[in-house]
């Protein structure tokens, strides 16, 4: 069971804004390590899509964007695109178990 | 362009072994400390394995430690993982991920290779 909470599923029409929360403890996310974000296409490998709570890699467009605080991290597609379907994780680092963790995943519906 | 390509995966009885490896190419392999993640059958992502570019330290959840074992050779740009003791609920697709950060509790997956399935049953 993952240490990292994350909402089952959300859901938004074309073009508008939906959030994705990442809630963690003090021995994880509130504790100081980056909050980093993926996205899973349906049948394919994670990419990685944001790192250092809200630094986005060479090619992930604009409309992503992460933040940090306290013991939670937010995901946000603004502009919400039909290519957006897919499973997001997020991911930090956990003092108490010594290693990474990942959040329990949210599916992305684009209506 | 990084590309990681895990091999080896299987169907393997409970209490079997198997090996899995992850070829490197476009990086230098050794700067870089190496990880596996795994994902059950329409389950989320499980870190399982990470060791450092050198290959002197080794990170693991308490989960797989003394049945997993993680290694790499450098001069073949090849990370491996070594599955002892397999039970049902190892079933999954083991991805091999490079990591990359600052500080090691700050480490994030920036490429994926595209997973390897182990298949743990009677």
């Known amino acids: 069971q993952s240490v990292l909470t994350q909402p089952p599923s959300v859901s938004g029409a074309p073009g508008q804004r939906v959030t994705i929360s990442c809630t963690g403890s003090s021995s994880n996310i509130g504790a100081g390590p980056d909050v980093h974000w993926y996205q899973q296409l349906p049948g394919t490998a994670p990419k990685l899509l944001i790192y250092?709570?809200?630094n986005r890699p060479s090619g992930v467009p604009d409309r992503f964007s992460g933040s940090k605080s306290g013991t939670s991290a937010s995901l946000a597609i603004t502009g919400l695109q039909a290519e957006d379907e897919a499973d997001y994780y997020c991911?930090?680092?956990?003092?108490?178990?010594?290693?990474?963790?990942f959040g329990t995943g949210t599916k992305v519906t684009v209506l | 362009e990084v590309q990681l390509v895990e091999s080896g995966g299987g169907f393997v009885q409970p209490g079997g072994s198997l090996r899995l490896s992850c070829a490197a190419s476009g990086f230098t392999f050794g700067d870089y400390a190496m990880s596996w993640v795994r994902q059950a059958p329409g389950k989320g992502l499980e870190w399982v394995s990470g060791?450092?570019?050198?290959?002197?330290?080794?990170y693991q959840p308490e989960s797989v430690m003394g049945r997993f074992t993680i290694s790499r050779d450098n001069s073949k740009n090849t990370l491996y993982l070594q599955l002892d003791s397999l039970r049902a609920e190892d079933t999954a697709v083991y991805y091999c991920a490079k990591a990359r950060g600052a500080v090691v509790i700050s480490y994030y997956f920036d490429y994926w290779g595209q997973g390897a399935l182990v298949t743990v049953s009677s």
């Open positions: 250092g709570n809200s």
């Open positions: 060791l450092s570019g050198s290959g002197l330290t080794t």
């Open positions: 991911q930090s680092y956990d003092s108490n178990l010594t290693g990474y963790v």
